[in-house]
């Protein structure tokens, strides 16, 4: 019997080769966003799981406990069913900026503004941090916000400002922070230009265990100074502003640091600032106001993604790479403007600033007619120096506490003592302390989501990829502030 032919195979042939041009490059974003959406939803919700089943063992540990009372052990079982029912619930809603209400704007930045906001539903009080997304991308600033994000969301410090929820739209990354109405430490040493050695102890003695807060983390904070030290409404203090250092952008980096240093004074820099030459003065007591005419155009340039320079360490600067100890520098350059009563290398310029940094020995110098303790100035010292002489770079936080400049002070309870000033609040949306009168009170967010719809004509994927992943809830954020 004859064979039949065979009939082809559809095995036969080769696969069909991938055309890489058949989808649009708008299609294959798309495509990549879903994918990584998808992988990090079971990302996030296997976190969550093992959140609750920690939260469940806590509470098999309570109910097995002898040393409470059925009475108690039952309150505390049905506050955290509650708990529970109240997070999950939470979980399901969508947020979005039109959840709240605008009371004013407090604060302001290269990249974003922050805002004292009111919850419609509940009316609860809180800070509102928002951030140009585009303006982020441009800067190459996305690891820092990154970083920020994921120290607030992993932190649970009385130290540090607690994030409640993180969320994002087509225009702007969002974080709903707690509200601290007392302002920061800047605004203080513009109120009271100088502190005694017993206050400025107490706030040295507190922004040591902040630092160390954020060291236990396994991060450097990286830009400590006094914008970034925020009162609560007992006058004790928390950290804000991690990694978003606008010093440690692309056109930041060391090479930066070195172009400004061997430049003449750029005009741009000068036409932002009062003309205030530090280095053309004497520093004495006699002059507080042009001290002070100087600190609040060093507050303007924060505004600007020029930043201010005058509390980096210079190992910073050399590129040659940096530690922990970093952020101890800029805790000794805060302990003596308090003293004292401004930074010492402040300048006119930020490039004067760099070169006097890089040159440290040649101008620390301590005012004759300021006559600081022995333990004080040898607090500075050791904090003030190069990093291998600088204290702490052995055992961190530890080292500072042991140095007789903190004799007495009980590390334990210092959040539970009065501070040395209370803000004097007239209601929970008081904002005195925050130099509002200095910020534009202008909503330009609808403009800005306006512009940045136009010109991604339509394909949100390409700004939205960087920052998958943001969104953030914390478990007891509806308790809100």
Same mark, same amino acid.
């Given at each position: 019997m004859a064979s039949q032919p065979q009939q082809p195979s559809i095995y036969d042939d080769e696969p069909p080769t991938k055309n890489a041009e058949r989808y649009s490059t708008t299609i294959t974003e798309k495509v990549k966003l879903q994918k990584m959406l998808t992988q990090e939803f079971f990302k996030e919700n296997v976190e969550r799981a093992k959140a609750r089943n920690e939260r469940a063992k806590e509470l098999e540990g309570i109910i097995g406990s002898r040393e409470l009372s059925e009475a108690r052990k039952e309150q505390k079982k049905n506050n955290m069913r509650k708990s529970e029912a109240n997070f #999950? $619930?939470?979980?399901?809603?969508?947020?979005?900026?039109?959840?709240?209400?605008?009371?004013?704007?407090?604060?302001?930045?290269?990249?974003?503004?922050? $805002?004292?906001?009111?919850?419609?539903?509940?009316?609860?009080?809180?800070?509102?941090?928002?951030?140009?997304?585009?303006?982020?991308?441009?800067?190459?600033?996305?690891?820092?916000?990154?970083? !920020?994000?994921?120290?607030?969301?992993?932190?649970?410090?009385?130290?540090l400002v607690k994030l409640h929820t993180s969320f994002q739209d087509s225009t702007f990354l969002y974080m709903l922070m707690e509200f601290l109405p007392g302002g920061d430490l800047m605004t203080m040493l513009i109120k009271y230009e100088i502190f005694s050695e017993d206050i400025t102890r107490f706030y040295m003695a507190e922004i040591t265990l902040a630092i160390e807060a954020v060291h236990k983390l396994g991060f450097i904070h990286r830009d400590i100074k006094p914008d970034n030290i925020l009162l609560d409404r007992g006058g004790h203090i928390k950290l804000t502003d991690f990694g978003l250092s606008t010093g440690f952008s692309k056109e930041h980096s060391a090479s930066y640091y070195q172009q400004l240093m061997s430049q003449t004074r750029p005009k741009s820099l000068a036409q932002n600032r009062q003309s205030v030459s530090i280095d053309q003065i004497q520093l004495t007591v006699s002059n507080r106001n042009q001290i002070n005419t100087w600190r609040?155009?060093?507050?303007? #340039?924060?505004?600007?993604?020029?930043?201010?320079?005058?509390?980096?360490?210079?190992?910073?600067?050399?590129?040659?790479?940096?530690?922990?100890?970093?952020? @101890? @520098?800029?805790?000794?350059?805060?302990?003596?403007?308090?003293?004292?009563?401004?930074?010492?290398?402040?300048?006119?310029?930020?490039?004067?600033?760099? $070169?006097?940094?890089?040159?440290?020995? $040649?101008?620390l110098h301590f005012p004759p007619d300021q006559q600081l303790g022995e333990d004080a !100035?040898?607090?500075?010292?050791?904090?003030?120096?190069?990093?291998?002489?600088?204290?702490?770079?052995?055992?961190g936080a530890?080292?500072?506490k042991l140095h007789p400049f903190f004799r007495g002070v009980n590390w334990e309870s210092l959040r539970k003592i009065r501070a040395p000033f209370e803000p004097k609040l007239a209601s929970n949306v008081d904002t005195q302390y925050f130099p509002i009168d200095e910020i534009p009170q202008v909503d330009h967010s609808a403009q800005l989501r306006a512009q940045t719809e136009a010109a991604m004509g339509g394909d949100e994927a390409t700004l939205s990829l960087p920052f998958i992943g943001y969104t953030y809830k914390r478990f007891d954020a509806f308790r809100g502030s």
């Open positions: #999950l $619930r939470f979980l399901r809603t969508s947020e979005r900026q039109q959840n709240y209400n605008t009371l004013k704007i407090i604060g302001k930045g290269a990249f974003g503004e922050v $805002r004292l906001v009111q919850r419609k539903h509940d009316g609860k009080i809180y800070a509102l941090k928002s951030l140009i997304k585009a303006e982020m991308h441009k800067k190459d600033q996305l690891a820092h916000v990154r970083a !920020e994000r994921d120290i607030l969301a992993n932190a649970d410090s009385p130290w609040k155009s060093r507050r303007q #340039l924060a505004y600007s993604t020029v930043g201010t320079p005058d509390y980096i360490a210079p190992e910073i600067f050399s590129g040659k790479g940096y530690d922990f100890g970093c952020d @101890w @520098w800029s805790l000794g350059t805060i302990m003596f403007e308090c003293l004292i009563g401004w930074p010492p290398f402040c300048a006119e310029e930020p490039h004067d600033t760099y $070169r006097k940094i890089i040159d440290w020995p $040649r101008h !100035e040898h607090f500075v010292r050791s904090l003030v120096c190069d990093a291998p002489n600088r204290i702490g770079r052995v055992q530890q080292e500072l």
